[in-house]
């Protein structure tokens, strides 16, 4: 279930790893200590899982929309490019992307995130 009692400080059980595989990429709402309605992005390329702040730096666009190609995600506004793990901005179309560290264990996919897991942002 999305949102289960953290591990450790700040790492949280965020969704199936099958699900994430299906489509690639998940918008999560998280409950973030300073702002409301806050968004991560988890994405899986077909090797590596990743997740990044939900809303592009340059004009936050919805990063969980992007296209997932090996290794990165594409912005699907203006097509900037970021790597799914560390969230470098790789074409420098503008600024890197919050990333968070992410695990699998086992058929979950885990995170350390700023806040507790809430719901599915949208499908
Ligand atoms: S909003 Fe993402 S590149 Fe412009």
Redesign the pocket.
């Known amino acids: 279930m999305v949102g289960q009692t953290p591990t450790t400080l700040n790492e949280y059980y965020v969704c199936p790893l099958g699900e994430l595989q299906e489509k690639g990429a998940l918008g999560i709402e998280i409950e973030h200590p300073r702002y409301r309605g806050w968004e991560v992005a988890v994405f899986w390329d077909g090797e590596r899982v990743g997740t990044l702040e939900n809303f592009?730096p340059?004009?936050?666009?919805l990063l969980s929309w992007g296209t997932v190609e090996p290794g990165q995600v594409i912005?699907p506004?203006?097509?900037?490019i970021f790597d799914i793990v560390t969230g470098e901005c790789l074409d420098r179309?503008?600024y890197d992307a919050t990333a968070y560290e992410t695990f699998v264990r086992g058929d979950e996919v885990w995170a350390r995130l700023p806040g507790r897991p809430l719901k599915r942002a949208r499908v």
């Open positions: 592009c340059h004009q936050g666009a912005c506004l203006h097509s900037a179309y503008t």
